[in-house]
């Protein structure tokens, strides 16, 4: 396959955000069907041994994960630094945020990271994940979208490769180191046939949400006895709700004129909307798109700590759920996010 004319494997968009077009009909059907099934986990091994550790971490250079996303690689300019300037002082509360470099600092820097991973075509693709409190103190959630597409869990082309976390990724460096990853899982609703559900189905049905297990460092600590963690809870969305939302967006490798390149991590907030062709999506106003997926929504977040509740992952934009546009909508955690979430602190790193 030449670099030019690239395939992408089960519907995944390869910069990380769920960006497929359906009509309202054809993506809200599968919802139905889906509730007469019954849904359990599936799981998926990572890397389990220390040569292969030790291979994803050297895979991961300064130049791949800057490059991670590219349509073109090979053709694709290493994106230039960003150096915004940081503020030592706090964002005041609600502000409305559409998009911006987060540089107020707080635990958020630390706990929130980009997630690197090669698709089975051998390209490499990033999201965002964060660290969440659990009893293992090594469990990170991100979008399901992420880890793998529709399609047979045996199949080891459903699933993302060299799975890397790089907490608090800041222009090509690895400020807290890499992670490399033991476990995933995701919910059964990702097993389907792909000739009959999409990537686009399972998420607006409500289960675009992925739990990963973590390894240890090469010190041999825990991921958030390094990164600290974010609080979790599967509540029920509340209209208007105060939410603040981070990524990696990195639309500029593929597109010049585009506002990120993935280099910096980028901060909205506003308050919660339903989608209306996705109503189970919710969304606030945002300019994030590809590699934003996976990303915490924080509810109830200090500015002046960096401490939030993480409430959904981000999704897709306003281009599958509806709304204004430059909206960007999250899975919200719900009973389904809840069992990969036990699942995950019950293993060991």
Known sequence: MSAGHRTFPRNLAAAGVLLLSATTAAVLLPTAAFAAEPESITTHSGATTEQERSRIDAYWTPTRMKLAGALVPEATPVPADDNTPDDPRPLPPNTLDPGAVWTHGGAVNESVGRLFFTFSDGYDGSCTATVVNSANRSTIITAAHCL???????????????????????????????????????????????????????????????????????QGRRIADVTGSQRIAFTKPVKDEFIHTFGYPKDQLNDPSAKYNGSRMIHCAGPAQPGPKAPLLW????????????????????????????????????????????????????????????WAQTRSA
């Open 148 to 218: 793998r597409g529709v399609g047979a869990p045996a199949s080891d082309k459903t699933w993302s490769h060299n799975l890397y976390f790089v907490p608090g990724y800041r222009n090509g460096t690895k400020p807290l180191g890499g992670f490399s990853i033991k476990n995933v899982a995701t919910s059964s609703r990702w097993d389907a046939d792909p000739g009959k559900t999409t990537s686009s189905d399972v998420a607006v049905a409500g289960y675009d949400t992925g739990i990963l297990v973590a390894n240890r460092s090469a």
């Open 283 to 342: 969304g606030e106003p945002c300019d994030m798109s590809h590699g934003a997926s996976g990303g915490p929504h924080l509810a109830q977040f200090d500015t002046r700590t960096g401490v939030g509740t993480v409430v959904g992952v981000t999704t897709t934009s306003d281009d599958l759920a509806g709304g204004q546009a430059n909206t960007l909508y999250a899975t919200r955690l719900g009973d389904s996010a809840h069992q990969l979430y036990n």
